[in-house]
């Protein structure tokens, strides 16, 4: 969670360094930056980059107004959201320095002013690097909302800067282009929100899937994993089955799907496919709630396939009679198992997980079918003949919001879908694969084509059923004997490392909090006791060093079991606590006393963490006395 190494103020002073107001774009020093920095951005944009070098057209529509930037703070940790390449210019020149800002991005709607900062600054490390986002209309080739998103996965310090965000720029000059300005603000709102949820907002969820991993242990280690079938299937159509209101029409046409190519059923699906007589050849599950069950076991499944994360309840798995592929969620505990079987960057449902795995076994198209991620013209949830009702009452109940539908019409959905929508947004735009979204009447995916069910299935040819089903038999090996002794006595020694782990957690991690009480009972109760009149900086200063360096030495401390174990029960929290702490620092002008504040953060930062080892320890102790881990067992 700790920030980068590289000084990135550093970075950022380099795109200071203007010329002088007399600098045209003919002179030889403009000509220069102004190929610097489009040689920099070529890789990126190279069509904006086309555009810049060819356009005639770089005239201006209105003329900027100078902005008020008494306010924007560069002390802090931030990020700027520049509404404008010309405030960005005025910025940069009535700013002694851009000091701690980490990131910034210029959203503009012209060219004109686009080249004339080209001109002035050096931009180019800062391309180079991604400190620098750029959205011009009509040229964003990027998804800001995907890119902002991934950054903010991959360096959870950006995304601690969520609450942190300002924004500058002209109110008169953006009322020209007031939906441009307003859509791109709203992308990175969604972009924040997005990374929030990738790492989980309940730790008592998060440890539940702790918990079901280590019940499906003998699961793990028994069955093969989905890297057995990566690309195995390229070329080959896959067809996404979930249970919108629009997959009742879908239906009769389904049966010819798996004469095409392979059919993944949504775990809620498979009821609506066994009803239809329509073959499929994959079950996807995701849901942790034991329910899920329900879906599997009235059926034969004995000659279908489960793809499962193994977090889910050890019930919804035994209840499916058909085999087994191991398909490991993007979380850090199945590295702390080191048990390869495959991982897969998996999101918001069971259809978005439906979508990574074909991807993953290179299939092309990939059909979306009943992905609705809306409510029906009837306020409908689901497919008529849902085993939960077609309309869920705590889907009815949620709180609505209004998303542009494939009929080009605004249409009804709620957060969760909505954050569906995104994650798909996701996935297609780094996927080679084509994809065409059939639910006609659903909610828009970017990066779809729009194409009715029959015509995709009659521009498909036919393929024999015993051919699609020879491809997935023969990419699968069930692991050997000796493969599961191996893993069996990798796992007892696991085992007691992490216990060993925890316990070391838990003693440094109260061991720090002696002298941070002290100064909190003694110099800050003194000072709100009017005692004495201020804490010397430096003594703040000191503990608040502490404290990170208290933090350190626990994440030290506890090696891949904090990492992999503890951090991820507890790393909702601790975003939160990171994104507070930044918040802080805007919200006091003196940083001694948002130090101070910070401080008094800490015991219950340290309270969290001890809570949630305790509960990880208990249920390493608790896995240590399975018998299926003996290590003579065949």
């Known amino acids: 969670m700790n920030e980068p190494q590289s000084d990135i103020s550093t970075l950022l002073s380099r795109m200071q360094s203007l010329r002088s107001a007399s600098a045209t774009p003919e002179s030889c020093e403009s000509e220069r930056l102004w190929e610097k920095n489009l040689a920099a951005l070529e890789a990126r944009l190279p069509s904006l980059v ?79 690097s991604g400190i620098l986002d750029l959205v011009v209309a009509e040229h964003a080739e990027w998804n800001l909302m995907i890119a902002l998103r991934q950054q903010a996965v991959d360096h959870p310090w950006l995304l601690a800067l969520s609450q942190s965000v300002q924004v ?15 859509r791109y603000i709203e992308a990175v709102k969604i972009a924040f929100n997005e990374a929030k949820v990738y790492y989980g907002n309940d730790p008592h969820d998060s440890l539940i899937g702790i918990e079901n991993m280590f019940d499906n242990l003998d699961l793990i280690i028994d069955n093969p994993g989905i890297m057995q079938m990566k690309g195995k299937m390229a070329g080959t159509p896959a067809f996404i089955i979930a249970t919108g209101p629009s997959l009742t029409e879908a239906l009769p046409l389904l049966p010819q799907a798996a004469q095409r190519g392979f059919v993944f059923a949504c775990d809620y699906s498979v009821k609506h496919l066994i009803d239809a007589n329509a073959p499929f050849h994959f079950v996807v599950s995701l849901e942790r709630n034991p329910f899920i069950a329900k879906f599997f076991r009235d059926y034969d499944l004995r000659n279908h396939y489960l793809f499962t994360p193994p977090l889910q309840h050890r019930h919804i798995l035994t209840s499916f009679t058909g085999k087994k592929i191991i398909t490991y969620r993007n979380v850090k505990h199945f590295d702390w198992l080191g048990i390869p079987k495959g991982q897969l960057d998996i999101k918001s449902s069971v259809a978005n997980m439906a979508f990574a795995i074909a991807d993953y076994l290179g299939c092309s198209p990939i059909v979306l079918v009943g992905q609705d991620l809306c409510y029906g013209s009837d306020g409908a949830t689901h497919a008529a003949g849902a085993i939960f009702g077609a309309k869920q009452e705590e ?109 070391q957690i838990i003693r440094t991690a109260e061991s720090s909090l002696h002298a941070i009480h002290q100064f909190l009972e003694h110099d800050v109760a003194s000072l709100l006791n009017g005692t004495i009149p201020a804490i010397d900086p430096s003594r703040v200063a000191s503990v608040f060093s502490s404290v990170e360096q208290a933090k350190s030495a626990i994440a030290q401390c506890g090696k891949e079991t904090f990492m992999y174990m503890v951090m991820h029960v507890a790393q909702s929290f601790v975003i939160d606590d990171m994104i507070e702490e930044k918040k802080l620092f805007f919200q006091y002008a ?45």
Request: hydrophobic residues 40%; contains cysteine; aromatic residues 6%.
């Open 50 to 128: 086309h555009t810049l070098r060819h356009s005639a057209l770089l005239v201006r529509a209105h003329q900027s107004v100078p902005c008020d930037f008494s306010k924007v703070r560069t002390d802090v940790d931030s990020m700027l959201l520049v509404l404008g390449a010309d405030a960005f210019s005025e910025f940069l020149q009535a700013a002694p320095s851009l000091g701690m800002v980490r990131k910034v991005v210029i959203l503009e709607h012209q060219l004109a002013p686009l080249k004339k900062l080209f001109c002035e600054v050096d931009l180019s490390e800062s391309f180079r």
């Open 590 to 634: 003196d940083p001694t006393i948002a130090k101070i504040n910070a401080i008094a953060r800490y015991p219950r930062w340290v309270a969290e963490i001890k809570k949630h080892t305790l509960a990880v320890r208990k249920i390493i102790e608790r896995t240590a006395k399975q018998t299926y881990l003996s290590p003579t067992k065949p």
């Open 168 to 182: 500058i720029g002209n109110a008169h000059y953006i009322s020209f282009q007031k939906d441009f300005y307003t």
């Open 395 to 503: 889907v009815v109940r949620q709180q609505r919001l209004h998303t542009r539908g494939n009929s080009g019409d605004m249409v009804e959905t709620n957060q969760i879908w909505f954050s569906c929508i995104k994650s798909y947004e996701t996935d297609i735009a780094r996927s080679h694969a084509r994809c065409i979204n059939t639910t006609m009447r659903g909610a828009a995916i970017l990066g779809t084509e729009l194409q009715e069910l029959s015509e995709v299935l009659a521009h498909l040819p036919k393929r024999a059923e015993a051919d699609i089903w020879h491809i997935i038999d023969h990419s699968l090996a069930l692991p050997t004997r000796a493969e599961k002794r191996k893993y069996a006595r990798q796992i007892i020694k696991r085992i007691q490392q992490g216990i060993n782990e925890c316990d």
